[in-house]
């Protein structure tokens, strides 16, 4: 193939190693020379991180023999990963969150046995470049530089290659690197899907609201701040005390911080806002719904929601159902005070992430990176990402380390 001639590598989040090789073509990364394999062991086989049954940090698992993926569909192309970044989603689906409904999306006939998604592969967002394209793929070529956030039924990114739908990819800002484009996609697409298509939010209409996020100073928030402002939206952000001097760089124009006492207090105190975005779930929503604009087609987006532990727990058909009720309760309670209530889900679309990489070229947002790990170093990552209280994303670089 003859994007494996004079390939260019640049730094990734994870460093692969060397794969087997017989008969093989040449690269150049800076002033090296390495050997990249053209047999067809390398083409059905790749490093990646997988796991095998789901459960804590012990289940991850490196393999340098995961299957290659294939273009399975004329409309999908394959991009070797330079760097991935790492999300709470990511924990969470490790130890099985939304198992019952991945599962449903992966296989809706219900043709496969129980377990059929092992091995699975982790990772929701990623920066590469573009190795092979489907025969209907017309905004792509070989060797474009992309990035993507992708949807949690498939293969992640954690691994050297993966195959995206051309409608979830778009092309990497320029004037990022790839380690830092890694740490935007999924916080951007999150953001994007809870402002704009579930809070109808735009460039044209935002100007001169008043946003409140509450919990501003995690991936959603910290984009979400600097996404508004590039918007001309006032933005109140909470926060701990020693997160506001970092949002308020991002941008924000009022900090609450939470852990001075009841936040709805200082809160009510306020002007009242045309939306809210939850990003701490719990009771907030009893108190938060008072601080919107009563009668003004205000809103209150939570990311926080119980669709998939209620999956998870109840199976597919009750599961559905409760949450559908809930949904509704709530959203019919709030309607007749004169508010929307309204849930927000992580939703990976490529025209989205063409309109952040606008902003990102025109210094309106800044990737927020705050720890990188090697290939190798995967299961601290994930050690630390389950830490919390993180400022930024935690970034692994997938490229080909000598390290593993």
Known sequence: ???LRNFVSSRCLFHHSKLPSVNTSAYWHGSRTRLF?????????MPAWVIDKYGSNDVLRFTRNASFPV????????VRVHSAGLNPLDVSMRGGYGAATMSMKRDPLNIKQLGSEFPLILGREASGVIMECGLDVKHFRERDEVWAAIPPWKQGSLAEFVVLSANEVSHKP????H??????????TTAWSALVNTGGLSKDNCAKKRILILG????????????????????????????ERFVRGLGADHVVDYTAGAVEEPLRALEKFDLILDNVGGDTELWAMNLLK?????????????????????GIADGMMKTAATVATKALKHLVKGVHYRWGFFA?????????????????????VEETFSFSQLPQAFEKMEKGHARGKTVVQISRGDDL
């Open 216 to 243: 501003g100073s995690g991936g959603v928030g910290t984009f979400a701040i600097q996404m508004l402002k590039a918007w001309g939206a006032h933005v109140t952000v909470t926060c701990s005390q020693n997160a």
């Open 71 to 78: 273009i399975n569909y004329p409309n999908e192309v394959i």
């Open 348 to 368: 990976p679309s490529g025209p989205a992430l063409d309109e952040v990489r606008e902003m990102v070229d025109a210094g309106q947002v800044r990737a927020v």
């Open 174 to 177: 320029k004037s990022l690197s």
């Open 294 to 314: 009563p009668w003004c087609g205000a809103k209150f987006v939570t990311l926080v929601t119980p669709f998939l532990q209620n999956t998870d727990r109840m």
């Open 37 to 45: 394999s053209t047999t067809k062991i390398s083409m059905t086989i």
């Open 1 to 3: 193939m003859s994007y």
């Open 179 to 188: 380690v830092e484009a890694a740490a935007i996609p999924y916080v951007a």
